[in-house]
């Protein structure tokens, strides 16, 4: 799905976390348990909802975070707050 957002996707993988990024870093795709992946997005301004959770203390380096516990998860909606990420970071 990033990379369908825009070609110029990059990921960095790190110790704890992937990193995503363009001009600079826009999103991290961290495992969370054995059944749920977190989706941290850089979504300065944008207003949480209950699906995007404010980040708090899951990662000072992203605004907001998403839960990924099924496949179904992974939707247009996420798909929509990755690609309005993607675009502010260049």
């Known amino acids: 799905m990033l990379q369908r ?3 110029d996707v990059e990921f960095a993988p790190k110790k704890a976390y992937v990193s995503v990024r363009r001009a600079k870093q826009f999103a991290i795709i961290q495992p969370a348990t054995a059944t749920r992946l977190d989706v941290g997005i850089n979504l300065k301004g944008q207003t949480a909802t209950a699906r ?3 980040s708090g203390s899951f990662n000072a380096m ?3 975070r998403v839960r990924i ?3 179904d998860e992974v939707d247009s909606e996420l798909e929509t707050w990755l690609r309005k990420a993607c675009n502010a970071a260049g």
Request: no cysteine; glycine share 8%; charged share 15%.
């Open 69 to 71: 516990a099924h496949i």
């Open 5 to 7: 957002i825009d070609g």
């Open 62 to 64: 992203v605004s907001h």
């Open 52 to 54: 995007l959770e404010n």
